[in-house]
């Protein structure tokens, strides 16, 4: 996307090369450049703080690729935490976040391009060698198609372009002679027979030796993919094309392309999130611009781009309007339905739409742009990184952040378009907070949950595709980069690819379109393209002032549920539907309004009550419609109110040499002892007690006395640990998972249970790991001998002054802590997949047994009210938003729900059923819709 930087404002002309720039000319570009332009608002940044910040990143970038190479290629990706390669088939598999890898040395190819944006053009050379010496594309592998084109053709593709840029320039790459195209078209023919569906659609999955040929394969069974899968080929395929003369890739992605199109949800021109690659049916008929669509909207807009084909941005122009009209509620993007798109499907929303402002950037509709972009920058301000999925009132909802470029895109680009220096303060933020908190001696480690600042062992490859480049080219100068990025198209993996690929080998689209520019109805886009030329320079505080009622969005949110009322209702004075949070069983109007809803009151025996929506009772669709979000929400804040009962991951972090509080691991709270969110950190020396089980008196004392005791799990109750290492005079324990292997990476974390009787009398801390996490403890204890370790709720900041800091004297307070019920989840998300918000939930095991737990959710409410805090009714319509985010959270931190009126927790029926009730009236209501259309 570097076209985003040129200088071409709305109506300046860019006669450079046809005919996407005639067309980009008149159309909806609408950017700046960055130099010179702003006079006033956040103070300027010097050319030296520049540099030194441009010079960070490239240390930074050192620091991540060195030790890629030197501890983890030719595997695909690096393990930070334990400094080695991550091989597909070593590890335990992480689901589909694996298909990425294919053996390939997966994060070699991802840093090819970025290698000469960095100025490093002797390691580039270095680098292309070694793929063309060791790469193999022919491994015995499933991979995904998605990914694999992203990151490795489009890899290949940018570093074939940049290579014979400099090949051309005649000092470096002399010897070179498309080697890396001809690897690319390899891989491109791998990719075909995923085209092989009467749709044209690619299979999600191919096995790069056999394809789908099965048994062979292992794939080709798969009916769906996303739309994202699926629409995000065409600029490496296009180019693969262009470069080589084979119109077959172009082809194939058109086709694609041509059939989500077609697919699209007339009424709404809104697309799914998944789609039977068979049928053309869509699976999932929620829609926004994140997880599992996100790409398919940025390849038509940059298709257009690159190869002047104007289809693609009619295209792109008819689902923006959509988007504008239906998902953008700003600051928010959130999902709705593709058939009721006044329908939200989401309280939430996910990290990856982070890039969407970009793309409004590159469209050219600056201020909902500037708007996302600070309300995603005042919640990375409260976590210091995005979170994987965040409520609509800022709250995390999947806690893990896999150090994601998408933001830092989003204000790459806003920068270009703005000039305003308010944009480079975000970027030396984001930088400090990836040195503070992912840095670790071996790499960048991704933040497996935010509020506790613990890691994963996980860097993925796009962090050096994307991020790196995108924060060096926000510092830098024209003159800092040794070709100029804006003959360059950014792919979604930020590769790049030449524009002047527009005017080569177009065979494929002269077919379907005319050369000539034909003027675009752009009548629906009246707030797009403020003309910046003239906009900014001037009211400089354009931006500023864009960004300032946001300022607070984040802090002084209200809790709430789903934000969007029906406009509609309230311009012609109707009331608004009735919210769940709102909703109270004794009210005779919600009663009423109920009825209306198509909801009926259900009162089981216990005294409880449970809802049930039959929208075929409802008074008219848009009650019906009304009822089902009403459900919606129920389900929400049922699911809600639980989470608020379980007690959140805590961190173990090494603070003695030479981590000094980088490496922060994941680790389990226990339902007795210490609670450490409510009290100090305990720090302290490891030792591991004798008998290592710890189920009975320590044999050792004088080892474990005034240190944090490790014991392994099993063969008898935590808490009976627990009293023993707390009688040999340790002042907190870490129980080791003692199943070889185990890891948060892979399994879902849980809290330890008490032994079902009285556990006030353990007063220290106690925490669990996972034997992966475990063994890092161990393997420093035999490296290092003495290890210290921070027992806390968050890992405390890692500065260097840790590095020098005195030991504090460990704290133990005493705490009683009731055994509470124990609550369930897991910890793997699948963002494209997974819809219920369990993340950063946790399990509750009793040591010894299986769970025996009581996993019930509830969506009953008691007839009293439906909600904790009855104040809380009017706070999001009438705007009086008191401290109820405040309020909340005391809440949670409670012992107990404080609401005696709730009946949401235990021993009721379990969610799954409810749902498999509520399925049938969803089903119901979509027969209905059907018949509606
Ligand atoms: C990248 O691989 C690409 O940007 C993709 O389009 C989705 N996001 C990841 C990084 O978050």
Request: one cysteine or more; glycine letters at 6%.
């Given at each position: ?450 509020r506790t600042g613990s890691h994963e062992d996980r860097m993925d490859s796009f962090f050096l595709a994307e991020m790196f480049k995108y924060l060096y080219l926000l510092f830098a100068d024209k003159e800092d980069i040794i070709f100029d990025i804006e003959d360059y198209i950014f792919t979604t993996e930020a590769h790049l690819l030449p524009l002047w690929l527009s005017t080569t080998n177009q065979s494929i689209s002269k077919k379907n379109t005319t050369s000539e520019y034909t003027e675009l109805d752009d009548s629906n886009f009246d707030w797009t393209c403020p003309n910046t030329q003239i906009l900014f320079p001037n009211d400089p505080l354009y931006a500023q002032s864009i960004r300032e009622p946001l300022k607070n969005v984040v802090d002084k949110s209200c809790p709430r549920g789903i934000i969007r009322v029906r406009e509609e209702s309230f311009r012609s004075g109707a009331k608004p539907p009735l919210r769940a949070r709102d909703f109270m069983a004794t009210n005779p109007e919600h009663l009423e309004i109920l009825k209306k809803m198509g909801v009926s009151l259900i009162h089981l025996k216990d005294g409880r009550v449970q809802l049930v929506q039959h929208a075929i009772q409802a008074a008219s669709s848009i009650d019906a419609e009304d009822g089902l979000r009403f459900m919606q929400e129920m389900i929400e804040l049922s699911s809600q109110q639980q989470k608020e009962q379980q007690l959140p991951p805590r961190a173990v972090q090494i603070v003695s040499h030479p981590f000094f509080g980088r490496v922060v691991l994941t680790a389990g709270p226990a339902q007795f ?261």
């Open positions: 996307m570097s076209e985003a930087g040129g200088g071409r404002g709305c109506g300046s002309s860019v006669p450079q090369r046809a005919p996407w720039s005639l067309v980009a000319a008149t159309a909806a570009f609408c950017l700046v450049s960055a130099t010179s332009v702003w006079t006033a608002g956040a103070a300027p940044m010097s050319r030296e703080e520049r540099q030194k910040l441009g010079n960070q990143v490239l240390e930074m970038f050192d620091h991540a690729y060195g030790n890629y190479m030197e501890h983890a290629y030719p595997a695909d990706e690096l393990m930070p935490l334990t400094c080695r390669g991550r091989v597909r088939g070593q590890e335990p598999s992480r689901g589909d976040v694996d298909d990425a890898l294919g053996k390939f040395s997966l994060t070699l190819i991802d840093s090819l391009d970025t290698l000469v944006v960095l100025n490093k053009t002797k390691e580039f050379e270095d680098a292309v060698k070694k793929v063309l010496r060791d790469v193999n594309l022919d491994n015995d592998v499933v991979v995904s198609v998605f990914e694999t084109n992203i990151r490795v053709l489009g890899g290949l593709l940018g570093g074939h372009s940049l290579a014979i840029m400099l090949k051309e320039k005649g000092e470096y790459m002399q010897w070179y002679n498309d080697e890396l195209l001809q690897m690319a078209k390899q891989l491109g023919y791998k990719l075909l027979p995923a085209f092989n569906t009467t749709s044209g659609l690619p299979y999600p999955r191919i096995n790069l030796k056999f394809g789908i040929r099965k048994p062979e394969a292992r794939t080709g069974t798969e009916t769906d993919t996303c739309t994202a899968c699926a629409g995000t080929l065409i600029l490496e395929f296009a180019a693969l094309s262009r470069f080589t003369g084979a119109t077959i890739f172009e082809e194939y992605a058109r086709k694609a392309l041509d059939f989500l199109w077609e697919k699209r949800q007339r009424s709404s021109n809104l697309v799914g999130v998944t789609i039977n690659i068979h049928t053309g049916d869509w699976v999932r008929k929620d829609s926004g611009v994140g997880a599992g669509i996100d790409s398919y909207y940025e390849y038509l807009l940059k298709a257009y781009v690159l190869l002047g084909d104007d289809s693609f941005l009619e295209r792109f122009n008819t689902h923006y309007d959509a988007i504008m009209r239906y998902i953008s509620q700003p600051p928010l993007l959130l999902d709705v339905h593709i058939h009721k798109p006044m329908l939200n499907a989401r309280t939430w929303m996910d990290a990856l739409l982070a890039f969407f402002p970009g793309l409004q950037v590159l469209k050219g509709d600056i201020r909902p742009a500037i708007e996302t972009h600070e309300m995603l920058y005042q919640v990375i301000k409260k976590h210091n990184f995005l979170p994987e999925a965040f409520t609509t009132d800022f709250r995390v909802h999947w806690a893990q952040h896999p150090l994601r470029p998408e933001f830092a895109e989003s204000t790459y680009f806003l920068y270009k378009a703005t000039g305003d220096p308010y944009y480079l303060e975000v970027g030396k933020t984001l930088i400090e907070n990836l040195n503070k908190y992912a840095r670790v001696p071996c790499g960048f480690a991704a933040m497996k949950d935010v002892g210490l609670d450490l969110s409510k009290h100090k950190e305990t720090r302290g020396f490891v030792a591991s007690s004798k008998p290592y089980n710890g189920c009975s008196e320590l044999t050792n004392p004088e080892a474990v006395m005034g240190k944090i005791a490790l014991i392994q799990r099993g063969q008898c109750m935590f808490a009976e640990k627990a009293r023993n290492i707390q009688n040999a005079g340790a002042i907190g324990g870490i129980v080791i998972d003692d199943n070889e292997g185990s890891s948060s990476d892979t399994a879902p974390l849980f809290q330890m249970a008490g032994d079902g009787k009285d556990t006030d009398d353990i007063k220290i801390p106690m925490l669990f790991l996972f034997s992966k996490e475990g063994s890092i403890i161990l393997d420093a204890i035999r490296e290092y001998e003495e290890v210290e370790v921070l027992l806390s709720d968050k890992a405390k900041d890692r500065d260097p002054e840790m590095e020098n800091e005195e030991q504090p004297s460990s704290e133990n307070d005493s705490q009683n802590q009731s055994a509470e019920q124990i609550t369930s989840s897991s910890q793997e998300v699948d963002l494209v997949d997974q819809e219920s918000p369990e993340e950063s939930s946790l399990n509750s095991e009793p040591e010894s047994s299986p769970a025996d737990t009581d996993n019930a959710a509830s969506v009953s409410a008691s007839e009293q009210n439906s909600h904790p805090t009855e104040n809380r009714e009017t706070a999001s319509l009438d705007g009086e938003c008191t401290d109820l985010d405040n309020q909340l959270q005391e809440q949670s931190e409670t012992e107990e729900d404080s609401s005696p009126n709730v009946s949401w927790g235990k021993k009721v029926q379990p969610i799954d059923s409810i749902l498999a009730d509520w399925n049938e009236d969803i089903e119901a209501f979509e027969m209905m819709e059907k018949d509606e259309l």
